[in-house]
């Protein structure tokens, strides 16, 4: 069944049926389009992000995707409102990130007030922009940032042609040489839907789970958008498709909307927090409210 939700041609989302068209930038931006999420040419002062990639491709495993999934499954870290894990994530500089050394809730109340900018009538819109990295408080409860932060992939199956790095930064993985991993399908059936693979552990699932536990009223897009933002293999570069259903294509428009925001909004520009927080807030009560289960 394919999820509904707003037209898209009243938001001025792209058609489903043109969904690799590049997608230029809606606002101006700090530094050229192109020079966003380069990771061939790192500067001295970013050998974090090359470290933090290899280190992820290394340790996440099938297994250990699996693992984690069961491990935060019931919410062991505690109860806590949006905004209390808002001030958590202050706290946190995402390693592999090569556009920014701001920290997190600075990067999120940008995305937020950018879609919010281009999007007034879809509130909720913007509430996803703000909390769709709050995941990333694993990083200060026990978790290295290369099991929480960076692109995810799709494991269990043959890897995506476009993930970050390549093949060679799965040296020590052992599923790059497992039999029932190297295959194009791997543990799956075709069109199993996303829904269905496990992908590596991070502050998207994470997220996803701690809003469906709780019961969220954001909508199945906002909902879906915060647990495949980070999947750029796929909807950057169109790997995995094979694996889809027609809901997950039918989602991608709304994902790939997204990831313009979250990317080409972060910069120099800071928003003005004190000012816009109440206007969150109301959405959070609206949305997701009180403590949750994380």
Same mark, same amino acid.
């Given at each position: 069944?394919?999820?509904? %939700?707003?037209?898209? =041609?009243?938001?001025? #989302?792209?058609?489903? @049926?043109?969904?690799?068209?590049?997608?230029?930038?809606?606002?101006?931006?700090?530094?050229?389009?192109?020079?966003?999420?380069?990771?061939?040419?790192?500067?001295?002062?970013?050998?974090?992000?090359?470290? =933090?990639?290899?280190?992820?491709?290394?340790?996440? =495993?099938?297994?250990?995707?699996?693992?984690?999934?069961?491990?935060?499954?019931?919410?062991?870290?505690?109860?806590?409102?949006?905004?209390?894990?808002?001030?958590?994530?202050?706290?946190?500089?995402?390693?592999?990130?090569?556009?920014? @050394?701001?920290?997190?809730?600075?990067?999120?109340?940008?995305?937020?007030?950018?879609?919010?900018?281009?999007?007034?009538?879809?509130?909720?819109?913007?509430?996803?922009?703000?909390?769709?990295?709050?995941?990333?408080?694993?990083?200060?409860?026990?978790?290295?940032?290369?099991?929480?932060?960076?692109?995810?992939?799709?494991?269990?199956?043959? #890897?995506?042609?476009?993930?970050?790095?390549?093949?060679?930064?799965?040296?020590?993985?052992?599923?790059?040489?497992?039999?029932?991993?190297?295959?194009?399908?791997?543990?799956?059936?075709?069109?199993?839907?996303?829904?269905?693979?496990?992908?590596?552990?991070?502050?998207?699932?994470?997220?996803?789970?701690?809003?469906?536990?709780?019961?969220?009223?954001?909508?199945?897009? %906002?909902?879906?958008?915060?647990?495949?933002?980070?999947?750029?293999?796929?909807?950057?570069?169109?790997?995995?498709?094979?694996?889809?259903?027609?809901?997950?294509?039918?989602?991608?428009?709304?994902?790939?909307?997204?990831?313009?925001?979250?990317?080409?909004?972060?910069?120099?520009?800071?928003?003005?927090?004190?000012?816009?927080?109440?206007?969150?807030?109301? #959405?959070?009560?609206?949305?997701?409210?009180?403590?949750?289960?994380?």
């Amino acid at each position: 069944m394919i999820l509904l %939700g707003p037209d898209f =041609t009243t938001m001025g #989302l792209e058609d489903p @049926s043109e969904i690799y068209r590049p997608k230029p930038p809606q606002f101006e931006l700090d530094k050229a389009a192109e020079n966003f999420r380069d990771y061939e040419n790192l500067e001295d002062d970013m050998c974090r992000v090359r470290d =933090t990639y290899y280190e992820m491709h290394k340790n996440q =495993t099938y297994q250990f995707a699996c693992s984690q999934r069961e491990k935060y499954k019931p919410g062991i870290i505690g109860e806590y409102t949006i905004m209390e894990m808002m001030e958590v994530v202050a706290k946190i500089v995402d390693e592999s990130d090569p556009d920014t @050394s701001l920290p997190n809730n600075i990067h999120m109340y940008q995305t937020a007030e950018r879609i919010r900018e281009a999007y007034p009538d879809h509130p909720w819109f913007a509430l996803v922009g703000l909390i769709h990295d709050l995941g990333k408080v694993l990083a200060l409860h026990g978790e290295p940032q290369w099991a929480v932060v960076g692109d995810i992939f799709v494991t269990g199956c043959q #890897l995506g042609p476009s993930v970050v790095f390549g093949l060679p930064s799965f040296e020590g993985n052992p599923d790059v040489i497992d039999e029932r991993f190297m295959t194009k399908y791997g543990v799956y059936r075709p069109n199993c839907g996303l829904e269905n693979v496990v992908t590596s552990w991070g502050h998207d699932e994470y997220m996803y789970q701690v809003l469906t536990r709780n019961k969220s009223t954001l909508p199945p897009e %906002g909902l879906y958008m915060i647990r495949y933002h980070s999947l750029y293999p796929w909807h950057h570069h169109g790997d995995y498709d094979y694996l889809c259903s027609d809901t997950d294509r039918a989602m991608l428009p709304w994902v790939q909307k997204f990831s313009s925001f979250d990317l080409y909004s972060k910069g120099e520009k800071i928003p003005d927090v004190a000012a816009v927080k109440p206007f969150y807030e109301d #959405l959070i009560a609206k949305y997701c409210p009180g403590k949750l289960l994380w």
